[in-house]
C-alpha cells in the first residue's frame, strides 16, 4: 500500500511520468482498431441480437422444480411448431424462461399444453405473453431520441462549465469511442440487447463524461491562464495532469468494478439470466472502456485540438528556446569543465615531469 502511495505520489509531484499525451498517435491507432472491429465485427456475424422485448414474440415460464431441463422445451416447442428456434434459458435456480417468434393463439396454447406434458406440471402454472415488434420499434426509436437529447445536453452543459468547446468536443468523442466499443462487444459476442442492457449503455455515458471531467478539471488546472510557465509546454502540462489524476482514476474504476462484478456474477450464475445480469454487464464493459478512454483518448485529443493555437504555438516555442537555450549552457558548462580537467591534468603532468 505505501509503495502504491508513492507511485501516486511521484506521479503527482512529476518525479515519475508516463508519456501520454506525446504517444497520442498510438492510442489514436489503437481506438481506430477497436472501433473497426466493433462495427465490422457484428456485421459479419449477422447482425446485434435484440431481446423479445424489440424484436417481438412469445414467451413462457415454467416452473421446472428440480429438472429445469433446457433441452426438454426445445423439443416441447418443436413438436408444435418445427422450424422454429426457441431461445431457452433458466431464471434462478427452477424456471425456465422460453422464448420464441410470435405465435398465433391457437399455438400458444398447444405449446403451453406440450410444455406442461414435459415438465409434468399444472398447464395453468405456465405463463405466456407476446409483445409486438412496434413496441420494440418504438421503444428503439425512444432510446435513439433519449441518446442524442443526452449526448446535445451534456456537450452545451460540458461547453460552458470549461467555457472551451474544444474540451466538450473531446469528451463527447470519448463518450462515443465507449458506446461504440461496448455495442461492439454484444454485437460480436452475441449478448442479447434488452431494455436493461439500454439503461445499461445509458449509465456507462454518465460514468464516462464523470471521469472525464475530473481529468479536465485538473488539465484546467494545470493549463489556466496565469497557470502555464516556461518549464513545460502545453502538451506537457496536459501530460501532468494525466498522471496526476492516473492513480485515482485507477482507483475509482476498481471500487466502481467490484460492485458491478458482484452484481454480474450473481445474475449471471445464481440468478440466471436476467435483468440484473443485462444491466451489469453493460455496466462492467463501459466502466473499463470508458476509464481507458478517459485517460488515452480524452485528454490527448484535447491536447492534439488546442496545440495549433497562437499562444499555445508562441508558449510552446518559448519553451523549447528555452530548453534549447539550457541545454546549450549546460553543454558549455560541461565543456569549461572538461577543459579545466584537462589543464589541471596537463600542469600535473608538466608537475610530475
Known amino acids: 500500500m505505501g509503495t502504491f502511495a508513492q507511485f501516486g505520489n511521484d506521479l503527482y ?4 511520468s508516463y508519456n501520454i499525451v506525446g504517444r497520442r498517435k498510438l492510442w489514436y491507432i489503437i481506438a481506430a482498431i477497436m472501433i473497426l472491429v466493433s462495427i465490422l465485427g457484428p456485421i459479419v456475424r449477422g ?18 422444480g428440480k429438472d429445469p431441463d433446457q433441452q426438454k422445451a426445445i423439443e416441447a416447442v418443436d413438436s408444435v411448431v418445427p422450424g422454429q428456434t426457441p431461445r431457452v434459458m433458466v431464471v434462478g435456480s427452477d424456471t425456465v424462461r422460453i422464448q ?5 393463439d391457437e399455438e400458444t396454447g398447444q405449446v403451453r399444453k406440450a410444455l406442461a406434458e414435459t415438465y409434468n406440471v399444472e398447464e395453468d402454472t405456465i405463463t405466456s405473453s407476446f409483445i409486438g415488434a412496434s413496441w420494440g420499434q418504438d421503444i428503439t426509436r425512444q432510446a435513439i431520441l433519449a441518446l442524442i437529447v443526452f449526448i446535445v445536453f451534456a456537450a452545451v452543459v460540458m461547453a460552458l462549465y470549461f467555457r472551451t468547446w474544444k474540451m466538450s468536443l473531446a469528451a463527447i468523442i470519448a463518450l462515443l469511442h465507449d458506446l461504440v466499443i461496448t455495442a461492439g462487444v454484444y454485437g460480436i459476442t452475441g449478448f442479447e440487447i434488452t431494455p436493461a442492457a439500454m439503461i445499461g449503455f445509458l449509465t456507462i455515458l454518465g460514468y464516462s463524461l464523470y471521469d472525464t471531467v475530473v481529468v479536465f478539471d485538473k488539465i484546467r488546472e494545470n493549463t489556466g491562464r496565469g497557470e502555464l510557465n516556461d518549464a513545460r509546454t502545453f502538451g506537457q502540462s496536459v501530460n501532468l495532469a494525466v498522471n496526476q489524476t492516473l492513480v485515482r482514476s485507477i482507483n475509482t474504476s476498481v471500487v ?7 452484481i454480474l456474477f450473481i445474475g449471471a450464475f445464481i440468478l440466471g439470466a436476467g435483468t440484473l445480469r443485462d444491466i451489469s454487464l453493460a455496466l462492467f464493459i463501459g466502466i473499463l472502456v470508458g476509464t481507458y478512454s478517459t485517460i488515452f483518448i480524452a485528454a490527448p485529443t484535447y491536447a492534439h485540438l488546442r496545440e495549433n493555437e497562437p499562444e499555445i504555438v508562441k508558449h510552446d516555442n518559448r519553451v523549447r528556446a528555452r530548453e534549447a537555450a539550457n541545454a546549450t549552457e549546460v553543454e558549455k558548462s560541461d565543456a569549461d569543465a572538461t577543459s579545466k580537467k584537462l589543464a589541471a591534468g596537463g600542469s600535473a603532468a608538466e608537475i610530475g615531469s
Not at 256 to 262: F, K
Open 256 to 262: 466502481a468494478l467490484l460492485p458491478v462484478a458482484s
Open 47 to 64: 447482425g446485434f441480437t435484440f431481446g423479445i422485448e424489440f424484436s417481438g414474440g412469445s414467451e413462457f415460464q415454467v416452473v421446472a
Open 13 to 16: 509531484t512529476g518525479k515519475r
Open 100 to 104: 420464441t417468434e410470435q405465435l398465433t
